[in-house]
């Protein structure tokens, strides 16, 4: 039987089981499921909803559950779903009923609106450390390059002399607005959606603020209902990656045609340049031309999630699972 069953008599087609199933992609949110869960439990025994004794069960069955995916040895299922459940039922499969007072007054809801956040706050950070290095690299090839004369354009047109210098400085200034707007991203994610439920709520005496300390959120989100319906933080973390691809793009375009033979201004580097089957004097800029390309699947990703969010109404509706993979 489902976890969700009681009410239902007959079980759920196959096809629809296939279809609805979120874990091929959401088992990405292993991790975050089972720390929130684990805050989630330590809450709940602060609150006298379990007692030290279950939380103590909860929490060993959930670093245990940990553990062996991160060994390789859990299979999810799909008829579980999505993570939340699939994690659900190996925990009550392992420590037995006790388990099932995890889910006390929390629903799906609000548990994927704070995965997704507390995932979403990692990978920012690790993208502003990938920025940040690249910052330094334009300064260190400017710093090289402060009396390297080339002709400066507009339309394509040569119009006033500048150095390389200059140039790839414009490049930092984009990159550094990049770099901001990464976060500025996280501070107005860094508030905890737990707790909201599935919509309005609980009648359950919960604590959002020691679970916020205990996750690490700035902020508590003040209505329930938008807690769990937002996706205004992944169409923002989308749209400041469309815009960092929009810059790489414009870089990479820079660089092909100074590579040409037409502007033969620089000449890439043998090991990240590619060589024709047919054409022996060639050698192509297939990296910069790629990351190009890659532009579009990201701006595909941002426009998708817009057009998913345009017609939900409040609160939680199922098109929003539809944010993961983009992301
Ligand atoms: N897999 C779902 C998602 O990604 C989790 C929330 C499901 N909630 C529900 N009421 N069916 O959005």
């Known amino acids: 039987m489902k976890l969700w069953g009681g009410r239902f008599s007959k079980s759920t087609a196959k096809l629809v089981d296939k279809f609805n199933a979120s874990i091929y992609f959401d088992k990405k949110l292993y991790k975050q499921d089972i720390i929130g869960s684990i805050a989630y439990t330590k809450m709940l025994e602060k609150c006298n909803i379990i007692t030290d004794e279950e939380s103590f069960k909860i929490i060993n069955g959930l670093k245990e559950i940990l553990k062996e995916i991160e060994d390789g040895s859990v299979q999810f299922k799909i008829e579980y779903e999505d993570i939340h459940m699939n994690i659900e039922k190996l925990l009550i499969d392992k420590i037995g009923d006790v388990g099932k007072k995890l889910h006390t007054a929390r629903s799906r809801n609000d548990q994927i609106a704070v995965d997704m956040r ?82 309005a709520g609980t009648t359950y005496s919960t604590n959002r603020e020691f679970l916020a300390k205990e996750l690490g959120f700035k902020n508590i989100c003040d209505n329930s209902l938008d807690a769990v319906s937002d996706r205004d933080f992944v169409i923002e973390f989308l749209s400041t990656a469309s815009i960092i691809m929009m810059h790489l793009s414009r870089f990479c375009e820079e660089i092909i045609i100074w590579n040409s033979s037409e502007f033969n201004f620089i000449e890439m580097d043998d090991s990240f340049s590619t060589g024709s089957s047919i054409m022996p004097q060639k050698k192509n800029p297939d990296v910069p031309e790629l990351l190009r390309g890659k532009t579009g699947r990201v701006y595909g990703n941002l426009i998708s999630l817009f057009t998913v969010m345009k017609g939900l109404p409040l609160a939680y509706n199922k098109d929003t699972q539809e944010d993961k993979e983009g992301v």
């Open 118 to 199: 507390l995932y979403l706050k990692e990978e920012i950070n690790n993208i502003c450390n990938i920025l940040k290095n690249l910052l330094k690299t334009l300064i260190y090839i400017s710093e090289k390059n402060i009396d390297t004369i080339m002709p400066g354009y507009t339309h394509m047109q040569r119009a006033q002399p500048i150095t390389l210098a200059y140039h790839l400085m414009a490049y930092f200034q984009m990159f550094k607005r990049d770099y901001l707007r990464l976060i500025d991203c996280i501070n107005r994610m860094d508030y905890l959606p737990l707790g909201a439920g599935a919509l």
